[in-house]
């Protein structure tokens, strides 16, 4: 993979990794009516951000939408597995791989809904959310609720995590939380300093999903080939602190970045969390980043 920011490289994923394969969807029902859906690549790489959705009697509302260049099989996954018109689209965040289908389902009449940051920063790069008429017309600051029939889907915004414009959903009624990328279950975490995220606020972000989980809780995370819970959420964090402190303190001994590498703090963790888009040393190189940002 050539060695360019880790910014533009997700923005530009579906670009650079629809055209190694096919993309297709596939849904698990997670609990009545709410499902997670996972992109799978006919080729084996890089295919989505996962999203949901939530069904009741009234309303169809969409966790994230994946990727643009995949948009046309989003909507006929959906229409295929709802058959329903999509009556909102929530965006987590504004990454490209969550919010490309967000013009199509627009187009077909739903309301997209993000937080406020989030909408402007899809403003900078209207391609992101496949166009322009994916732009959100709904937007909020610390959170906002949907009543749909007999389920309640709270949004809660959590501040500079991922990015500075995420959030999370909590199904309470059938304990299902969509945590979006403030969780890639058993990977490396791409932590977006570029777009406002930061070290500490993805470990509070984290804290604040497990303090509203218990051990029966399905966490969706954004990226993860299946549903998350409570226990690999905790061990996540874990790893975050305990590797983050493990930088910070070569970063204390005066460690230029190279040398922070070299010295291979997160070895320990690379065989389990390792994946081809974020492997130890990308993750050291963001710990580094965020400690020393404005040095
Ligand atoms: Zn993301």
Redesign the pocket.
């Known amino acids: 993979m050539r060695k360019i920011g880790l910014a533009s490289l997700?923005l530009c994923a579906s670009a650079a990794f629809a055209q190694e394969g096919t993309v297709t969807y596939r849904s698990m029902e997670v609990s009545p009516g709410i499902h997670m859906t996972i992109g799978v690549n006919s080729a084996g790489g890089f295919a989505s951000?996962n999203l949901g959705s939530i069904v009741t009697e009234d309303y169809v509302v969409m966790i994230d939408d994946g990727q643009q260049g995949t948009a046309p099989a989003m909507v006929s996954h959906v229409s295929e597995t709802v058959g329903r018109p999509v009556d909102f689209v929530l965006n987590t965040?504004y990454?490209g791989?969550?919010t490309g289908a967000n013009a199509a389902f627009a187009e077909a009449g739903a309301v997209v809904i993000s937080h406020h940051k989030l909408r402007e920063r899809l403003l900078d790069n209207t391609e992101s959310a496949g166009g322009s008429g994916g732009i959100p017309v709904l937007t909020f600051g610390d959170g906002v609720v949907l009543h749909l029939n007999d389920i309640t889907a709270k949004i809660i915004h959590v501040p500079n995590a991922?990015t500075d414009g995420d959030s999370f959903v909590v199904v309470a009624d059938a304990n299902v939380i969509f945590a979006g990328?403030l969780q890639f279950a058993g990977m490396f975490p791409?932590i977006?300093l570029n777009g406002g995220g930061t070290v500490q606020g993805y470990i509070e972000a984290q804290r604040k999903i497990a303090s509203m989980a218990d051990e029966n809780t399905s966490i969706l995370p954004?990226h993860g080939d299946q549903s998350s819970n409570l226990a690999e959420l905790r061990a996540d964090t874990a790893m975050l602190v305990d590797g983050y402190a493990k930088v910070r303190a070569l970063v204390d001994q005066g460690l230029s970045e190279d040398e922070v590498v070299a010295a291979n703090p997160l070895a320990a963790y690379a065989a389990d969390y390792d994946w081809y888009f974020i492997n130890a040393e990308r993750m050291t190189r963001t710990f580094y980043a965020d400690l020393t940002v404005g040095n």
């Open positions: 997700l951000g965040h990454h791989d969550h991922h990328d791409f977006d954004g």
